[in-house]
C-alpha cells in the first residue's frame, strides 16, 4: 500500500509541476491523485470507520483554509472593482527609472502584506503598463515585482497562502511571523532592487505615448476611500480577532466579509440594478479564482493520505539522518519550491514534522514561512506571483532565468543567513 500511495503522489506532483508542458489543468492532476490516493488507503486498510474518521479531520483543516482564502479573494476583488487600489497607484510619480522602481518595490513589499502576493502583483504589473512605454522596462519592473510580492506576502500571516497555511495549523502566530521574519523579507527584497538601480543608473522613465481606454465602474471618490480602507482594514484585523476571541481566522474573515457586503448594499441601495451589479459582493464571488480554490482542496487532501499513513514522518526521519542540519533541509526545501508549487511541499512538511518536537514558532516553522514565501521568486513558474506576471507581460521561462533569477537568487540567500545568524546569536 505504501509503495502505491509514494507512487500515485509522485505521478500527481509531476503532472502539478509539468503543468504548462502536458496542458493538463493542476487543479485535475490534484483531485485525481487526491481521489486515488484515498481510495487506496480506503481500500488496503479495511477500517471503513478510522478512514472516515480521518478523512473528516483532514476535511475540516482544509475547509478552513479555503474558507479564509474564499473570503480575502472576495474582499479584494470588491475593492477592486470600486477602482479602490488607485488610492495608492495615483500616487505613484516620478521621472528617474531607479526611483520609480524604488518606489514600485516597497509598495508592492507592503500591500503584498495586506492582501496577497498574486493579487498585488496582478495590481502593479497593470500599473506599469500605464506608466512604462518601453516594454524591457516593463519585464524588468514585473521581475522585481514579483521578487518584492512574494518577499511581502512571506513575514505576513495573510500575505502569502504558504504563511497562511503554517499560520491556521498553529505553527506560527500573527506577531512572532511578522518580528521573526520581517527583516529577512527587506533584506529578499531590498538586495535585488540595490543591484538592478545600479545597473538602471540615471536612465529615465519611458512614458506610455497613447493611453488606452479601460472599462471602469461608475464609483464615486467617497465610494472608492471607502470601500479600500473597509477592505484593507478587514484583512489586517483578521489576526487581531483571531488573538482576541480565539476563533480559526476563517471566522474572521466570513464576519468582516459579511460587514464589507452590508457597507456596499447600503452605499450602492439607490443605483439601478444594472449600474450596482458589477459592485456587488454577488458579483465578486463570480471574479474569484476558483481553479486555485480548488487545487488547494486537491493537494492538501492528497498530501494528508501520506500524513496518516506516517510517510511522511519517516521522510522526516531519513532527511535528517541524511541532511542532518534543519537550517539546510529548509533552505533546500525553498530552492525546490522554485520548481514545484510550494504549496504541497508546505502541505508536506506540516505533516512530516511533529508539533511537539517543533511548537509554533520554533526555527523551523518561522523559517519555512521564510524559505517557501520567497524560495519560488527564482524560477518564473516558481510562485503564483510569477505565473500572474508571466501571463500579464508574456514574459520568456528563458528571459526570467537568466536576468532576474540570480537576483532572486542573492536576495533570498541574504535573508536566509541573516536569519541563521539571527537566531544563533539572540534565540
Known sequence: MLTALVIVFVLAYAAIALEHPIKINKSASALIGAGLLWTIYAMSTGDHHL??????????????????????????????????????????????????MWMVGFVTFFLSAIL????????????????????DDRLFFAGIIVIAANAGGAWSPIGDVTTTMLWIGGQITALAIIEGVFIPSVINMVI????????????????????????RTNTTKFEQNLMFVCGLGILVMVPVFKTVTHLPPFMGILFGLGILWLVG???????????????????????????????????????????????????????????GRLDVIVMLIGVVSAVVDNVPLVAASMGMYDMTTHPADSFLWEFMAYCAGTGGSMLIIGSAAGVAAMGLEKIDFFWYMK????????????????????RNLFG
Open 192 to 215: 535585488p532592487l540595490a543591484v538592478t538601480s545600479y545597473l538602471m543608473g540615471d536612465r529615465r522613465v519611458e512614458g506610455v505615448t497613447s493611453t488606452g481606454t479601460r472599462k
Open 403 to 422: 536576468r532576474i533569477s540570480w537576483l532572486a537568487l542573492i536576495g533570498y540567500l541574504g535573508g536566509a543567513f541573516f536569519y541563521i545568524a539571527e
Open 116 to 135: 496577497d502576493n498574486l493579487t498585488t502583483t496582478i495590481v502593479m504589473v497593470s500599473l506599469m503598463k500605464k506608466l512604462l512605454g518601453k516594454r
Open 265 to 323: 448594499d447600503l452605499i450602492h441601495r439607490n443605483k439601478d440594478a444594472d449600474e450596482r451589479a458589477p459592485l456587488t459582493l454577488v458579483h465578486a464571488l463570480t471574479k474569484i479564482d476558483m481553479g486555485s480554490i480548488v487545487f488547494f482542496i486537491g493537494i492538501l487532501l492528497a498530501v494528508a493520505t501520506l500524513e496518516h499513513t506516517h510517510i511522511l514522518t519517516s521522510l522526516a526521519q531519513w532527511m535528517d539522518k541524511s541532511v
Open 51 to 100: 478512514v472516515s474518521e480521518q478523512l473528516g479531520e483532514s476535511l475540516m483543516a482544509t475547509a478552513q483554509i479555503v474558507f479564509f482564502l474564499m473570503g480575502a479573494m472576495t474582499i479584494v476583488e470588491v475593492v477592486d472593482a470600486h477602482n479602490g487600489f488607485e488610492v495608492i497607484t495615483s500616487r505613484i510619480q516620478t521621472k528617474k527609472l531607479s526611483t520609480l
